[in-house]
């Protein structure tokens, strides 16, 4: 399949970079897993948290699909057009989970990183299927782009994550044990 010859390189970077980024996302929630855990910050790893994996796991997969040795460019598309449906449903979802939870007041910078550019990659992954049917070159570029961006709003969101645990929460629990 030459069509995916050319992303055999790129797959492997992304596909790997991801699958490091999940454990090591892994490795600061379980560092953080010694706060107190309150029942809003629960509502708020639902929204704010758990997206970084799927995200992460999003690129792992978009990877292992690419990757694949197809005997055509219809199946991958399809399955990465399926992704992108399913990751649409699911931005709705976490656009919901943000909206409802109560622990922190997301700030624009949090809406264009936890929903407004995973839709924006989601969308590219969804209309996939239908932009190869006629410009295949462009349509892997496009699933290639989204992967990327998954990538990088992931890191993102895991650096956001721990820097606002580490620097904002901890300071607020050191100012309120002065206080006593």
């Not at 943000?98 to 590219?124: C, K, S």
């Not at 998954?150 to 606002?164: E, K, M, P, Q, R």
């Amino acid at each position: 399949m030459t069509a995916l010859a050319g992303w055999q390189n790129f797959c492997v970077i992304v596909g790997s970079s991801a699958g490091a980024l999940i454990g090591l996302q892994f490795v600061g929630m379980s560092l953080i897993a010694n706060m107190p855990m309150a029942r809003v910050n629960a509502q708020a790893g639902g929204a704010f948290a758990t997206p970084t994996i799927i995200h992460f796991g999003t690129v792992l997969l978009l990877a292992g699909i690419l990757s694949a040795p197809w005997d055509g460019i219809g199946a991958p598309t399809v399955l990465c057009g399926l992704v992108g449906l399913s990751g649409l449903v699911y931005a709705l979802i976490i656009t919901r989970r943000v909206r409802l939870q109560t622990a922190y007041h997301a700030q624009f910078e949090d809406w264009l990183f936890h929903v407004l550019l995973p839709f924006a990659a989601y969308v590219t992954l969804a209309v996939s299927p239908y932009v190869a049917r006629y410009r295949m070159h462009e349509a892997l570029f496009g699933i290639g782009a989204a992967a990327l961006l998954f990538l990088f709003i992931g890191i993102h969101n895991a650096w956001d994550a721990v820097t606002y645990h580490v620097f904002v929460k901890k300071q607020r629990e050191r100012e309120g044990e002065g206080h006593r």
